[in-house]
């Protein structure tokens, strides 16, 4: 089993795997997220704790936390309005999710809220190219 397998299995063992929930019409869908987030120094952070608080997520390492998260119809699209909801959302507020994907049952990663940046690691590798200024 490879290492990102054992994590996997490791993620079900803990919430089960993706799974309808039948409670009348429609049914929910149970899936694992991981939610990675970044609100910047004025952001609603206490808002952001109590929604993960009610829904039990384990912490995993600085700003990621991890969840079994219940919804009906697209995962990010519902785990989107939930969070709206939850707490205050500006113009710094950046919140990536990974999940499985229902139908094809691989992991995907997008940003519900704001986009990616510029990674402060770009430009440490050996061989970038310089590039000259011209006047």
């Known amino acids: 089993m490879t290492h990102d397998a054992g994590i996997i299995e490791a993620a079900r063992g803990m919430f089960g795997e993706a799974s309808q929930i039948s409670m009348g019409v429609p049914s929910l869908v149970k899936n694992v997220v991981w939610i990675s987030y970044d609100l910047g120094v004025r952001g609603d952070y206490d808002g952001l704790y109590a929604w993960l608080d009610r829904h039990?997520?384990?912490?995993?390492?600085d700003s990621l936390a991890f969840i079994s998260y219940e919804y009906k119809g697209s995962l990010p699209n519902s785990l989107k309005a939930d969070l709206k909801t939850a707490f205050k959302i500006d113009g710094r507020t950046r919140i990536y999710v990974i999940y499985e994907d229902d139908q094809s049952g691989k992991f995907k990663g997008k940003f519900?809220?704001?986009h990616r940046k510029q990674a402060p690691w770009a430009g440490y590798a050996p061989g970038t190219a310089e590039i000259e200024d011209v006047a």
């Open 56 to 61: 039990n997520a384990k912490e995993c390492g």
């Open 112 to 114: 519900i809220f704001g």
